[in-house]
C-alpha cells in the first residue's frame, strides 16, 4: 500500500473513523437503556394510565435518562481528550444537542403516531427507535463532534498532558511523582 494512502487512511482514522466507532459503541448501549425503558413504559410498568406510559411520555423519560448515560460514556470514552474543564457548560451543551436529536425522534413519533395514525407498539418503535434514532444520530454526532467536544474549544483538556496529569491526580497515590512519599521502613 503505498505511503500516501497509508496517510490517508491513519488521518481518516485518527479525525472521524475512530470516533465514530466508540461514539456507535456508546450509542449502542445507550440505545438498549433507551428502548428498554420505553417499552417497559408503554407496557405500564409505573401504571397503566399516566403520562410515562403515553408514546410521548414514554420516549421522551426514557430519552432523558439515556441522555445522561451517553454524556457519561461520551465524555470519559469517545471524547475523553477533548472533554472540556468546565463539566457544567460542556453537559448543558451536551443536553442542547442531545434536547435536539430527541426533538427529531419526538417528531417522528408524533407524525407516525398520530398524524399517520400507527398506534401499535411496533409502529412506536420502528417510528421512534428507528427513522428518528437514525436522523437524530446523525445530528447528534456531528455536533458533538465539532462544537461540543470540538479540538478547538479553548477550555477543552485536548493536550495529552493534560489528560495524562488528570488520571495521574486520579489514580496514583499522592506525591508519588513528587519524591514528598514515606520512606520505606524497616531496611
Known amino acids: 500500500m503505498p505511503a500516501s494512502v497509508r496517510s490517508a487512511l491513519a488521518r481518516a482514522w485518527h479525525g472521524v473513523i475512530a470516533y465514530a ?6 450509542g449502542l448501549l445507550g440505545l438498549v437503556v433507551d428502548v428498554g425503558v420505553f417499552n417497559l413504559l408503554r407496557l405500564g410498568v409505573l401504571g397503566d394510565d399516566g403520562w410515562a406510559q403515553s408514546a410521548l411520555g414514554a420516549k421522551t423519560i426514557s430519552t432523558s435518562i439515556a441522555i445522561v448515560f451517553n454524556w457519561l460514556g ?7 481528550r477533548h472533554r472540556r474543564r468546565n463539566y457544567l457548560r460542556e453537559f448543558a451543551e451536551y443536553l442542547a444537542v442531545s434536547l435536539g436529536g430527541m426533538a427529531i425522534a419526538l417528531i417522528c413519533l408524533w407524525i407516525s403516531h398520530h398524524v399517520l395514525g400507527y398506534t401499535s407498539l411496533l409502529a412506536d418503535n420502528i417510528a421512534s427507535n428507528v427513522i428518528g434514532l437514525g436522523l437524530g444520530t446523525l445530528f447528534r454526532f ?17 493536550e495529552l498532558a493534560r489528560v495524562e496529569e488528570a488520571e495521574r491526580a486520579l489514580f496514583e497515590e499522592p506525591g508519588a511523582d513528587r519524591g514528598d512519599a514515606e520512606p520505606a521502613r524497616g531496611r
Open 74 to 80: 461520551n465524555r470519559y470514552w469517545t471524547f475523553r
Open 21 to 26: 466507532l466508540k461514539f456507535g459503541v456508546v
Open 142 to 158: 456531528a455536533l458533538y463532534r465539532w462544537w461540543v467536544f470540538g479540538h478547538h474549544r479553548s477550555d477543552g483538556l485536548s
